[in-house]
């Protein structure tokens, strides 16, 4: 008889109640007896979380990638990149973005999500995370390009053609139209969400994480300080609609 209930009692509580039961037992996981959140299991508010790691996973990895690299914007994770740009400038583009291209501003003042400190975290992060101690690849003796545009407008388009025909048509095609190496850089959809200043970085840097050279690599001499400025401004004239052939 006794048994019979025992069993009784226990159908009726696996049958009736273990859903109940199940459901009260898991809102007690991350809680201790008294109910209330563990600590470590307390969600962390955005703004405290000041490790590099998740602040580019979930602001930046989505557009430069997850590692930094093979992402559609320019990959952070690149030796000469971290060689040629200046600390002030990894802050700044982040706190402001870049006008007219997708780079948006994370500054709290200008709209963004991320705090002062967290913007530092993640300009010291790039560098400490992805910068070779032993940092400079191979120059041909030329040294590095400056990251700066030495002057927007000292470059000069029918220059640029003689070192596009030299270093870029292999890959992108006599008028940048592309080949089957590589995509077309004379698009202008593309081309207007490029700011002058990623065009420069991207002919000086390559796009390694693509299979585009550097610069500096290229089984030729590499591109002088000048001849990068004439590539520019090619590029900024065919962002205009420059040789499009009415495309
Ligand atoms: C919506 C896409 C997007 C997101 C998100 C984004 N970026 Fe960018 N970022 C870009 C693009 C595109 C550029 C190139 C802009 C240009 O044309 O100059 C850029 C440029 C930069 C540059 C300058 C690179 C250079 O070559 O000069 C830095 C530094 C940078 N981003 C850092 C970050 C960091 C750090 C985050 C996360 C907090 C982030 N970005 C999030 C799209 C994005
Ligand atoms: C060995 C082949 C090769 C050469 C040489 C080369 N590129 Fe590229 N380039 C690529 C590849 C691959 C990509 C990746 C996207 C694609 O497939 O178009 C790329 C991308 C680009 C982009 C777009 C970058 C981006 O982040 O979306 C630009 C701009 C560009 N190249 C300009 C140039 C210029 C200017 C030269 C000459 C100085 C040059 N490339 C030389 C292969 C090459």
Known sequence: MAETSYFGIWKFVSDSLSPILLLSLSAFVGCDWTGKPKEEDRPVPAERVMEFAPLYATHCA???GPDGK???APPHNDAIFLAIVP???LHRVVAEGRNGTPMPAFA???GGALTEAQIEVLAKGI???WQPANRLPDTQGSGLPSYWLADAKSGDKDAGRKAFARSCAECHGKDGKGTKEAGAVNDRAFLA???DQMLRRIIITGRPDFGM???LKRDHPPLTSQEINDLVALLA???LGGDTNGK
């Open 87 to 89: 600390d002030e400038v």
């Open 193 to 195: 969400l490029a700011s």
């Open 70 to 72: 093979n992402g559609p």
């Open 108 to 110: 709290k003042d200008k």
């Open 237 to 239: 004239y065919w962002r």
């Open 213 to 215: 050279p550097n610069a």
């Open 62 to 64: 989505g557009c430069h």
């Open 127 to 129: 560098r400490s995370s």
